[in-house]
């Protein structure tokens, strides 16, 4: 073939097929990876510690601090029987303490007791941090205590379930923490009385007889009554979440990319508004249940 063929219009108009061709199958990779990046980006949590950044209303709970709270870590795992998923999370959760640290104007305290070095397991259970994987390995640890003045918070089983709420977790226990001794009120607000009735009706639904059961089983009950609803509706919410990406890759024009965007960051709003109504609800029903306890022993 002589190399006047290649300077022919037929083989020139191929070339430049061909090349418009391999022009568009990079493009549609660099979207694709784009894309990825995106969902990355805007769904998981940042590992790194200077790169978490705190919500606002954690922030302005940090604001109010009037003197140092203590925040002590334990994590305890047995690699051997703990999941990699719970070791993984375990691994995260320094950086969001490294945030509130930082965010604290100074007035944060923060100890981590993860290693065998520094881990104690009277210390850990002293703070009300509770042991699990009894019955399939090493006792493990995996919990946060809070210390302000004489008062103390505990979260006391961390679970890589509910991830998405530590931060307000956190928060909403600083902010506990802030309050002073309630005191007894001469009279009960209609709307805090309704609240707490349906708390208890609702624990009561979920527990049987509330009464024979002790108040660590019966909390736990509830957490979990609660993160079974929390999936439930994560299901509904991831689907829309894989629409939004899906309407990422699929954009045609950069309005309908921003659209796309957009609806990304409503869809995980909504997630993590309701993660915290969950949250909120689960702390309401064990305040119920502890109410519950003492009415039983008077």
Known sequence: MSPSHFNTPTSKRKCQQGQARIALLIAVVVASIAAVVFSILYQSQKTAPNEITLSAGAKSVLRQLDAPVEIRFYSQLDTSSVPVSVQAFSGRVPALLAAYEREGGGKIKLELFNTQTNFNANTASADGIKPFNLSQGEACYLGIALIHKSQKEIIPRLAPEWEPALE????????????????????????????????????????????????????????????????????ELDAKLKKAQQNVLQAQNE?????????????QAEQMEALSEIAAKSQAQTAALEQIKRDAEK
């Open 168 to 235: 307000s977790d956190i928060a909403r226990a600083i902010a506990r923490l802030l309050q002073p001794a309630p005191r007894a009120p001469s009279t009960v607000a209609p709307e805090a009385r309704a609240s707490a009735q349906a708390a208890m009706e609702a624990v009561k639904k979920t527990i049987s007889n509330p009464e024979s059961v002790s108040l660590e089983v019966g909390k736990q009950i509830i957490r979990e009554a609660n993160l079974a609803e929390f999936k439930k509706l994560k299901i």
């Open 255 to 267: 309005a309908d990319k921003q659209a796309a965007v957009k609806q990304i960051r409503a869809v």
